[in-house]
C-alpha cells in the first residue's frame, strides 16, 4: 500500500567532519538519558534556564524522554523544535535544537544544546552548532538565528564568538531562586558566512521534510 511517510524527519541527517545530528528516536533518548545521568555541568553551576539537571535521579530519565516526547507531539510548520541527537562513533553524546515560531514570515531560529560533560572541551560543541547553523541558513534559508547563555557560562559564550554571534542584550531571569543575568546573541547569514568552518554538513531527507519546517505544500 502507497501512503505518505508519517514521519519524515526520521530520514534528516546532517553529517560533519567528525559528527552526525539525526532528530531525536525513542531508542537514542534512552542514550541521552543515560547521558544525562553521566553529568552535563558541575553541580555548584546551572547553564539552563530551567534547571532539568536538578531532578532527582529517579526522575532525571524520565523526564527527559517526556520533554522530548512533549515537543515531537506539539510540532507544527507554524511553531517547532527540531531537537537533533549528536553522535560520536555512532554514540549519543548530547542533542542540539533549533527552535522556530511563525518561521515562514520570521526566518528567524533560536539555537540551544547540551553535551555530556566527558565530551566537553572538545571541539563538539561548536561543530554540532555550526552544523545546526549552516542547515537552517543554507537550507531553511533563515536570515537570523539567536541563542542566549547566562553571563557566567563562558563555554557558551566562546562558542557563539566563534561562529560569529553579536551580543544583543541582556536580560534578567530566575535561576535556583536567585536572579541571574543572560547575554542575547544574534546572528545574521552574513556574519555566519564570515565565521562559518571551511567545511559544510552533509545534509539528507530534507526535501521529504522540507514542508514540515518551512510550509507549503504536502511533501
Not at 27 to 33: D, K, M, P, S, T
Not at 42 to 52: A, I, L, R, V
Request: glycine share 10%.
Amino acid at each position: 500500500m502507497n501512503h505518505p511517510e508519517p514521519w519524515p524527519l526520521r530520514h534528516l541527517v546532517l553529517r560533519t567532519p567528525g559528527l552526525q545530528l539525526r532528530p531525536d528516536d525513542d531508542a537514542g533518548l534512552l542514550e541521552l538519558a543515560d547521558e544525562a545521568h553521566r553529568g552535563v555541568h558541575p553541580p555548584e553551576t546551572m547553564p539552563f534556564g530551567f534547571p532539568w539537571t536538578d531532578a532527582p535521579s529517579e526522575e532525571l530519565g524520565r523526564n527527559t524522554l517526556q520533554h522530548h516526547w512533549k515537543l515531537r507531539a506539539e510540532f507544527m510548520p507554524e511553531s517547532w523544535v527540531l531537537n537533533f541527537l549528536v553522535r560520536l562513533d555512532g554514540r549519543v553524546i548530547g542533542t542540539q535544537g533549533l527552535v522556530a515560531k511563525d518561521f515562514a514570515v520570521t526566518r528567524q531560529v533560536h539555537t540551544g544544546s547540551w553535551i555530556g560533560r566527558r565530551y566537553q572541551g572538545q571541539g563538539y560543541g561548536t561543530e554540532m552548532r555550526a552544523a545546526a547553523l549552516a542547515f537552517a541558513f543554507d537550507h531553511l534559508e533563515a536570515e537570523q538565528a539567536r541563542s542566549d547563555a547566562f553571563t557566567d557560562n563562558p563555554a557558551s559564550q566562546r562558542v557563539s564568538r566563534k561562529l560569529g554571534y553579536v551580543a544583543d542584550g541582556t536580560q534578567r531571569r530566575q535561576r535556583r531562586g536567585q536572579a541571574a543575568d543572560i547575554t542575547r546573541l544574534l546572528l545574521t547569514r552574513e556574519r555566519f558566512d564570515a565565521h562559518r568552518p571551511r567545511w559544510k554538513p552533509e545534509v539528507e531527507g530534507f526535501e521529504q521534510c522540507r514542508h514540515m519546517l518551512v510550509g507549503g505544500g504536502t511533501g
